[in-house]
């Protein structure tokens, strides 16, 4: 039961570099992890970023490692989607989730299932 408020959506250029920030509110004492995720048209909604909050554990998309950086600030239950070197087909709606630690045995953690609650989305369009 969190409560996610996003920022930093836009329109850039291929190239170009773009932040995304996402606040957690509300019952936070359960919340152990989160990420961005994203959704094309046409396409399903896609694991892109995570991280745990208790221990130095990420998780990053073949398609944007290398280029996008997830990071986190614990005091301000906050985290942040550092985007370098965007291209076309990064454009979508991105989606920040928060869930607790729980147990993922039967999938990755980083999976959709694993996370409980989401923010509205932000819409992230790269020209070429």
């Known amino acids: 039961q969190v409560q996610l408020v996003e920022s930093g959506g836009g329109l850039v250029q291929a190239g170009d570099s773009l932040r995304l920030s996402c606040t957690a509110s509300?019952?936070?004492?359960?919340?152990?992890?989160m990420g961005w995720f994203r959704q094309a048209p046409g396409k399903e909604r896609e694991s892109v970023a995570a991280?745990?909050?208790?221990?130095?554990?990420?998780y990053y998309a073949d398609s944007v490692k290398g280029r996008f950086t997830i990071s986190r600030d614990n005091a301000k239950n906050t985290v942040y989607l550092q985007m370098n070197s965007l291209r076309p087909e990064d454009t979508a709606v991105y989606y920040c989730a928060a869930g607790p630690a729980g147990r993922f045995a039967s999938s990755p953690w980083y999976k959709r299932e694993n996370f409980d609650s989401w923010g509205q989305g932000t819409q992230v369009t790269v020209s070429s």
């Open positions: 509300g019952r936070t004492f359960s919340t152990n992890k």
């Open positions: 991280i745990w909050f208790s221990v130095d554990t990420t």
